[in-house]
Structures are given as C-alpha cells and as structure tokens.
C-alpha cells in the first residue's frame, strides 16, 4: 500500500528502535520521512540503514526536551517540504528503579523528554500541520497496569495519552486527528538495555504475554502507520495497545 505518497511525516527518536522501524513502514508506503535523534553518529547510522536517498530522509539532530532545538527543526521541515502530514512523537527514556530510589534529576529527565518534549514537539509542529493530518504518541502498557519499577516512568505515559485525548478534542476542528500507542514488552535497544543485568527478564517477561513472545518494532511500526493514515480518519483520541495480550489477559497454563 502507498498510504502516505507525498507525504511528509516526522518521527522523534527515529534513529533506532520502534521510530526507525516507523521511519522504514513509512517510507516503504511512499511517506518523506524526518527523523531526530540526540547523536549524530546514530543518526546518520539510521539513514544508512533506511537506504532511501536525501531527497526521502531528513535527520536532524534535536533534543526534544529543549524547545529552542524544536524551532529549529521545525525551520528545517519548512524549508526541506514546507508542511507535516503526520508526526509520530516517539522520543523517550526509561527510568526504572523503586520510588524511593528516583532522584530529582531522574523525575526532571523522565517527565523534561517523555512529558515536555512530546508536548512541544506537537504544539511546534501544528503550524505546519495540514488540516486532516495526524499525531501518534508513543505511550507504554504500563499506564494501563501498574509496574512497580515505572512510577515516574508509567506518569507520564498516562500524561501523554491524556494529551491524545485532550488535543483530539481540541485539534478536531482542523480534522487533525491525535492518538497514541501503547506498546507492550517490545524486544528494541532501549528494552535490552533496561533488562541487561537481568538475564532471566526476557524469558520471564515473554512468559506474562498470552502470545509468548516480545514484540518487534516493526509490530508497533504497524499500528503508527494505521493510526497516522486515512484508515483511521473516524478514530481520535484512542489509545491502541500492541502487547500480544499483556495487558487485557492472562497467559494460558503451560
């Protein structure tokens, strides 16, 4: 399917992981495609591996927790194809430990890129939203259930789909629809690097999903391109969990 031909789409965090599966989808479905990251390094990596050419791909470094780097994305977005069809505000960390173990700097940082910098990236981006465009913000199963090591983390994933809800309603009138996604135990870079010093969490995280199996990027890439795409034009404000049944079930006996 070519969904997104001649559309442009940018993606937040899209230098590994599920932004640069998103990033693949969409470029397979005839999308230009703007990827950020924090490295340049990784950056040009992920355009290496997405093989589409500079006229397709744009990499822009950018922190999303600092506004004056959004501007100027925003500028660079302007000047390469003048408007956004779609943006998927994927950009985020983890912080996993105990509550009592969360120090200020971990709660600035956690909420500064998952909360703040998906908030901004979207209110930057809406001047160059065209009328019936969309947002996907990458949310987390853990707003859905609780997960003892994720209490800052699991915040502000339950922070941002309420903006799904809340700039649903309010972008509803320029046709811009706004959704997130929410992803289960999903076998990316930033995963295995959170379960390094566990080597047992991958099979025991496998064994809670009805499925019994983590997912693959290309599985959440999936969902993003329905809820950014007319496929979805009557869907606002939702939250789609791709989890292979985490969340709403319980593993059969083996």
């Given at each position: ?62 922190d ?35 509550g ?130 007319d ?24």
């Amino acid at each position: 399917m070519k969904r997104f031909t001649n559309k442009t789409v940018l993606i937040t965090g899209g230098s590994s992981g599920m932004g640069l599966a998103a990033a693949r989808r969409l470029l397979d479905e005839g999308a230009y495609v703007v990827i950020t990251g924090r490295d340049r390094s990784r950056l040009d990596s992920a355009v290496a591996r997405l093989d589409a050419g500079p006229d397709r791909v744009l990499a822009v470094c950018a922190d999303v927790a600092r506004p004056a780097d959004l501007d100027a994305l925003m500028r660079r977005i302007e000047t390469w194809r003048g408007s956004l069809s779609a943006v998927f505000a994927n950009a985020g960390v983890g912080v996993f430990k105990p509550g009592a173990e969360i120090t200020e700097a971990d709660f600035d940082h956690t909420v500064d890129v998952n909360f703040k910098g998906v908030f901004f990236t979207i209110q930057k981006a809406l001047p160059l939203m065209r009328d019936g465009g969309a947002v996907v913000i990458n949310a987390s199963w853990t707003l859905h259930r609780g997960l003892s090591v994720a209490s800052v983390y699991s915040a502000g994933k339950a922070a941002v789909h309420n903006l799904a809800r809340t700039l649903g309603a309010e972008l509803a009138p320029r046709g811009i629809r706004v959704n997130s996604v929410s992803p289960g135990y999903i076998d990316t870079e930033m995963y295995r690097a959170a379960a390094a010093d566990d080597p047992d969490a991958e099979a025991r995280n496998a064994a809670e999903v009805p499925l019994g199996t983590l997912g693959h990027p290309d599985d959440v890439a999936a969902a993003v391109a329905f809820l950014a795409s007319d496929d979805a034009s009557y869907i606002t404000g939702q939250d789609l969990v791709v989890d292979g049944g985490l969340v709403g079930s319980v593993p059969a006996a083996p």
